[in-house]
């Protein structure tokens, strides 16, 4: 009972950190939400039988930096009461380990579990799963962030998007949920050469309900260049202008919170990055 109550204050925290990150420019979905481990999929996803997604975790364990931590998650969805554990569609592979460092890739904490609309609340939802893994000596940590898809023609559920990240480098994986690229994902991950830029990706739904990467290009903005805001949200002029989505002398794309929770009020272009003046 312990571990549950764990694993839902963490997921009760991550929702909280989420809408308070997301006000700006990409407002709360509407819906249900988890209740503890178990988030019923039937009502949003309208499926043909009961689905449902249960998280459970296991022993205690202590972190990198020895302090006390949740325990591994698993990740199952069911149907009906007593159907068995599917977990493929919502547990990404373990990445190969060293032999001493086996746990690195698991996810411990359950950051974020609901129902999403790429495509506007009259359309079909997706699940989106973000889970953390153990936090490192530095503070760092594990990031994955998945997109899962029912499949109403089997009655099943499949993962059409997952990535892994850090967040120790300002890197992130965000699914947009408002303005002209609603429904996409776009990453920032950090180069691993000068001038320490970061990669941005994005992808984009197909008509058949899966992703595929439409854009990639080296950003303007760089590493610890004092810029207060997100990665992302510094480059969203470079994205939109790439995508066709933004000119020049148009009004530019409204950035989300500063990393201090602050709004952006008077954004400007600076050498292609987005700057808060």
């Not at 998650?73 to 592979?93: E, K, Q, W």
């Not at 602050?262 to 808060?276: D, F, N, Q, T």
């Amino acid at each position: 009972m312990a571990n549950l109550m764990m694993l839902a204050l963490a997921l009760a925290v991550g929702l909280t950190a989420h809408a308070a990150t997301a006000q700006t420019s990409e407002p709360p979905d509407s819906g249900p939400r988890p209740q503890g481990a178990r988030l019923d999929l039937t009502g949003p996803f309208h499926t043909r039988t009961p689905w449902r997604l249960d998280v459970s975790e296991g022993p205690p364990t202590k972190d990198y930096g020895d302090n006390d931590a949740p325990g591994a998650l698993t990740l199952c969805l069911h149907r009906g009461p007593d159907g068995p554990c599917v977990s493929a569609p919502v547990t990404v592979p373990l990445r190969a380990t060293p032999p001493d460092d086996p746990i690195a890739w698991e996810p411990h904490y359950l950051l974020t579990a609901r129902p999403v609309w790429p495509r506007g609340p009259k359309a079909a939802p997706l699940l989106l799963i973000v889970t953390g893994s153990l936090n490192s000596g530095d503070g760092d940590q594990l990031v994955t962030t998945q997109l899962v898809r029912y499949d109403a023609a089997r009655d099943g559920f499949r993962r059409v998007y997952a990535r892994t990240t850090g967040h120790n480098m300002n890197e992130e994986v965000r699914f947009v949920r408002a303005g002209p690229l609603r429904g996409a994902v776009i990453s920032a991950e950090p180069q691993s050469r000068r001038p320490f830029g970061y990669w941005i990706v994005v992808s984009q739904p197909t008509p058949g309900g899966d992703y595929r990467q439409v854009l990639r290009f080296g950003s303007a903005t760089r590493y610890n260049d004092g810029n207060p805001l997100a990665v992302i949200d510094s480059e969203m002029p470079g994205i939109e202008r790439r995508l066709g989505l933004w000119k020049p002398g148009a009004p530019l794309p409204a950035p989300r919170l500063m990393g201090d929770g602050k709004p952006c009020l008077s954004p400007k272009l600076k050498h292609g990055e987005l700057w808060c003046g």
